[in-house]
């Protein structure tokens, strides 16, 4: 069964530092774009990062840039969003999701991705 989990979500105080996991089973997350979305109560999912994980680059939303970190782990088939300095504007349900391909660059828009996560719940407090 092809699936992505995510763990790592919790309660953080302002400035903390969370590191969330999408773990990936069935599918290799090789040659492909792992992205991290979210969504927060009342407002519509947007994107927050992704990687390509042939290429190794890496894409941020202007309003984490600088703050979050999308890496990989191909030999646990795992990708994680290192969250540091963190606001409250960061809660929301985090979402991984994965689709195959062999371009360089990733899409930011969600209808590119092919599997989707059941997403892990950040809040962060002032």
């Known amino acids: 069964q092809e699936q992505l989990v995510e763990s790592g979500g919790g309660s953080v105080q302002a400035g903390g530092s969370l590191l969330l996991s999408c773990a990936a089973s069935g599918f290799t997350i090789r040659r492909a774009c792992m992205g991290w979305f979210r969504q927060a109560p009342g407002k519509e999912r947007e994107w927050v990062s992704s990687i390509n994980t042939g290429k190794g680059n890496t894409y941020y939303a202007d309003s984490v840039k600088g703050r979050f970190a999308i890496s990989q782990d191909n030999a646990k088939n795992t990708v994680y969003l290192q969250m540091n300095s963190a606001k409250p504007e960061d809660t929301a349900m985090y979402y991984c999701?994965?689709?195959?391909?062999?371009?360089?660059?990733?899409?930011?828009?969600?209808?590119?991705?092919?599997?989707w996560g059941q997403g892990t719940q950040v809040t962060v407090s002032s």
């Open positions: 999701a994965f689709y195959a391909t062999i371009r360089d660059g990733c899409s930011t828009t969600q209808p590119a991705y092919t599997h």
